[in-house]
């Protein structure tokens, strides 16, 4: 285990161009946060069976990633660098820690972007149904023999259309992001306004039919849905402010993020009965069942233009993780090269994108969401745990920098959230992310101990 660790430092200069504001990192952030959730989740069978008490699902996950959030607002405000929680464990833990939360990152930001280019993709197979356009079988799935499919082809082709998007200069590449999500509130607006007025309270009693584990099963599920907060700390070194508008974009987005979702859920099952809304497209389906067929339709059609923010959010962190392990020589040193022209990490996104193309091609992804988030929820928690030692050994913060409040108690309260949501998952789950913790472990020692930049030190 090593313990090399780096230098903080408040300011530094950097090859990305600066050109990021508040604004930009709310609009990254929302756009990676409101996708699938708010679009798919409310209607996944397992965090249903939680009932209308499912608005407590994400209550209870929306604390976790709060408290979480504070976390990363401090470190963003007193370690601005490129790498987001990466770099902070660098500081902090030392140079294995900091690979495993890099290793975990990277697999939480690549099945992300291949879970939502298959989900669209199903989404734009049944809207070209509805025309009567179809594909053979065997392009609209990832391999399964039995089932005839063995291509994704339209999730491959937003995948090559995302990868090309992100590899612009990053104020273009986000101009795209910040147009869809203006378009999403619209949609969550307009949901919102017409469903309120078919809530028939008694859709909400039992409001817990299946018991409190539901709620707590639903949370580890609904977990999902906010991710996405981390990839404004990505953005540190192309920001103007850094210090001041990381934190407020992670705050920011995470809590927009949370009152829609609530809202939503509350009107989802006081439309519908729980029972009946257990479809791909809950948002829609209470629209078509409240007798609003054409909103039904106009939400699916948004929420198939606006999943396209999520992808380019995280394939945009994707990138920019990709090439802070680079420069510090855990991966290899081609991913650090900045485009002269563009002034963004071309060769990272491209390699980003590679990967991306292949899982989200070949591979039905549905049975890694749990993987997804228990990665993430471990990484959160080193996170959180960081703040103590960081606080330990370089004191509170400066004047003027975001500070997490009641030290120790919150960081403790976030690590021990972070651990109650992990024991909600499966064997099944445990074992995969067992073989993912050995090939990070493999990857490491390797390659990235040999070629790290700490090691040439």
């Given at each position: 285990m090593d313990f090399r660790k780096k230098e903080i430092?408040?300011?530094?200069?950097?090859?990305?161009?600066?050109?990021?504001?508040?604004?930009?990192?709310?609009?990254?952030?929302?756009?990676?946060?409101?996708?699938?959730?708010?679009?798919?989740?409310?209607?996944?069978?397992?965090?249903?069976?939680?009932?209308?008490?499912?608005?407590?699902?994400?209550?209870?996950?929306?604390?976790?990633?709060?408290?979480?959030?504070?976390?990363?607002?401090?470190?963003?405000?007193?370690?601005?660098?490129?790498?987001?929680?990466?770099?902070?464990?660098?500081?902090?833990?030392?140079?294995?820690?900091?690979?495993?939360?890099?290793?975990?990152?990277?697999?939480?930001?690549?099945?992300?972007?291949?879970?939502?280019?298959?989900?669209?993709?199903?989404?734009?197979?049944?809207?070209?149904?509805?025309?009567?356009?179809?594909?053979?079988?065997?392009?609209?799935?990832?391999?399964?023999?039995?089932?005839?499919?063995?291509?994704?082809?339209?999730?491959?082709?937003?995948?090559?259309?995302?990868?090309?998007?992100?590899?612009?200069?990053?104020?273009?590449?986000?101009?795209?992001?910040?147009?869809?999500?203006?378009?999403?509130?619209?949609?969550?607006?307009?949901?919102?306004?017409v469903g309120i007025f078919y809530i028939k309270p008694n859709n909400w009693t039992p409001f817990m039919p299946n018991g409190t584990s539901s709620v707590f099963r639903g949370a580890s599920l609904v977990f999902f849905a906010f991710l996405g907060f981390d990839s404004v700390a990505m953005a540190a070194e192309e920001v103007k402010n850094p210090q001041k508008d990381v934190p407020k974009g992670i705050i920011g987005s995470i809590g927009i993020a949370t009152v829609l979702y609530i809202i939503v859920t509350l009107i989802s099952t006081g439309a519908v009965p729980f029972a009946k809304l257990q479809v791909s497209d809950p948002m829609a389906f209470v629209m078509r069942y409240a007798g609003h067929g054409f909103i039904g339709s106009v939400i699916s059609v948004g929420a198939i233009l606006t999943l396209l923010t999520v992808t380019i959010s995280m394939m945009y962190s994707l990138a920019r993780l990709l090439y802070a392990i680079s420069k510090d020589g855990l991966l290899p040193k081609q991913m650090q090269k900045i485009d002269k022209k563009t002034r963004t990490p071309k060769n990272a996104t491209f390699v980003a994108g590679a990967f991306a193309l292949f899982f989200a091609a070949a591979f039905p992804l549905q049975i890694l969401a749990e993987l997804t988030n228990i990665a993430a929820l471990v990484y959160l928690m080193m996170v959180s745990g960081g703040i103590l030692k960081l606080r330990k050994d370089f004191g509170k913060p400066e004047k003027g920098q975001f500070a997490v409040p009641l030290v120790p108690i919150l960081p403790i309260l976030s690590v021990l959230a972070c651990i109650f949501l992990i024991a909600q998952f499966t064997l099944t789950t445990y074992i995969v992310f067992g073989v993912t913790l050995i090939l990070g472990l493999a990857i490491y020692f390797f390659y990235g101990y040999r070629n790290s930049e700490m090691n040439k030190q």
């Open positions: 430092k408040t300011s530094q200069a950097t090859d990305l161009k600066r050109n990021l504001q508040l604004k930009d990192l709310i609009m990254l952030g929302i756009g990676a946060i409101i996708g699938t959730g708010i679009f798919v989740i409310t209607g996944v069978p397992d965090a249903n069976q939680a009932g209308p008490a499912l608005t407590l699902s994400f209550v209870l996950a929306a604390v976790v990633v709060g408290l979480s959030g504070l976390c990363f607002a401090e470190f963003s405000a007193r370690i601005p660098v490129i790498g987001g929680p990466y770099a902070y464990m660098y500081v902090v833990f030392g140079e294995f820690a900091a690979w495993f939360t890099g290793w975990f990152l990277i697999c939480e930001f690549l099945l992300a972007v291949c879970s939502v280019a298959s989900g669209w993709s199903g989404y734009m197979q049944g809207f070209l149904g509805s025309w009567g356009i179809h594909l053979p079988k065997a392009l609209t799935g990832g391999y399964n023999a039995a089932n005839g499919t063995y291509i994704d082809l339209i999730a491959a082709l937003v995948i090559v259309f995302i990868t090309f998007w992100v590899s612009q200069e990053a104020k273009k590449a986000l101009r795209l992001n910040n147009a869809m999500v203006w378009v999403k509130f619209f949609i969550i607006i307009l949901f919102i306004a």
